[in-house]
């Protein structure tokens, strides 16, 4: 612990009560989480068993797991790391019963779903098979908002929505005639399970006794309200997030849950990591005054001491075309300046429709790209 800053330091030791980490980009969040996972087993005394932590790609709990392993060796044994889905899924298998599910349940990925979706409206209308993707994202949308179908179904007035509930309790059916969940389900199911059985949901309490999350603004509906069932009235809870750093609106995270934090639990302790390792000074006040524009709960500034670093520049261009092209113009001239490799430079753009019109410059080029 001797390699954590002061606030990162506070992030780790306090467990009074429900904390959010407020963690800016490069300030270390995930030593912060480790090496808490290391506190709570070795100094406060719960067993590895009981303490969960959870995130939202499998590469994240994998790194997570290696470097608490590193810390704990032998007093990680039990311990829980792993997305949220996976969290669900152990969850499920253990109350399957409870579920209506059968042994050996299926997992229907996102292929799957489309699949099934197709067939089911090819089948009531005919040829309208091709609006499987729209009415799969509005299905997905619904889970994760906690909509059943049957909710959906007395809701909807257009046409649209209509046709979009009705197959929603269709896919509903046939996800159970054929013993399988969707991803979705993962996360809907336990919690409207611990919604009607207090009891199983009170045996999940006793067994997580400590829950660290992980990206906590990219948290949907039914995630938090996950997290809010396991913790109940204990309060052992660390989460860190980060507002700025939301990028998964579009499949229903709700950056707003940071805020919802502070009325569910008013106890809440808020711990600001500022201090940022991965960029120089002049980076940082550029993105402090661009981040200041955001809509604000949890201000606050980042900072380096990585020294005050080289002038930035920003071009302006004409359109897209004249964009894509300066930027290839200017890998070009920094690779015969420099002498650098073309593996050296990486291209960031804000949405996927914008890449093929620089996928094509490059190519216009022959500029090699992965």
């Not at 290391?38 to 009981?50: M, R």
């Not at 994998?62 to 990680?76: F, N, P, T």
Request: charge should be neutral; hydrophobic fraction near 40%; charged fraction near 25%.
């Amino acid at each position: 612990m001797t390699t954590l800053n002061p606030r990162q330091r506070e992030a780790v030791r306090y467990i009074d009560g429900p904390l959010l980490v407020l963690a800016g980009a490069g300030s270390g969040k995930t030593s912060v989480i480790t090496q808490k996972i290391a506190y709570l087993v070795d100094t406060c005394g719960i067993n590895a068993s009981h303490v969960a932590a959870v995130t939202f790609t499998n590469k994240a709990a994998r790194e997570m797991k290696e470097r608490v392993g590193k810390l704990l060796r032998s007093g990680a044994e039990g311990l829980t790391v792993s997305t949220f889905h996976q969290l669900g899924l152990k969850i499920i298998r253990a109350e399957r019963r409870e579920l209506g599910l059968k042994s050996g349940f299926s997992i229907f990925d996102a292929e799957d779903t489309r699949t099934l979706i197709r067939d089911l409206l090819i089948q009531q209308h005919g040829a309208e098979g091709d609006q499987a993707n729209t009415i799969a994202q509005r299905i997905s949308s619904w889970k994760n908002d906690r909509v059943l179908p049957e909710q959906a179904l007395a809701a909807a007035t257009s046409p649209a929505d209509i046709l979009c509930a009705q197959a929603y309790l269709r896919y509903k059916r046939a996800l159970k005639a054929y013993n399988a969940l969707d991803f979705d389900d993962l996360i809907l199911l336990p919690t409207i399970l611990f919604e009607h059985h207090p009891a199983i949901l009170e045996k999940w309490q006793n067994q997580i006794h400590y829950l660290l999350v992980d990206e906590y603004q990219d948290t949907n509906s039914s995630q938090y309200l996950l997290v809010r069932q396991l913790i109940g009235m204990r309060g052992g809870l660390t989460v860190v997030g980060d507002d700025d750093q939301s990028i998964y609106a579009w499949r229903g995270a709700r950056p707003e849950n940071l805020v919802q934090l502070q009325e569910d639990f008013p106890a809440l302790n808020v711990v600001k990591l500022e201090q940022n390792y991965r960029s120089t000074a002049r980076i940082l006040k550029a993105a402090n005054t661009l981040i200041a524009n955001n809509p604000h709960v949890f201000d606050k500034q980042l900072w380096s001491e990585l020294g005050y670093g080289e002038p930035l520049r920003v071009l302006r261009c004409n359109d897209e075309q004249h964009e894509a092209d300066q930027v290839v113009a200017e890998i070009l001239d920094h690779k015969l300046r420099k002498r650098t490799r073309f593996g050296d430079y990486a291209v960031l753009y804000r949405g996927n429709h914008q890449s093929r019109l620089i996928e094509l410059a490059l190519q216009a080029q022959q500029v090699p790209y992965p």
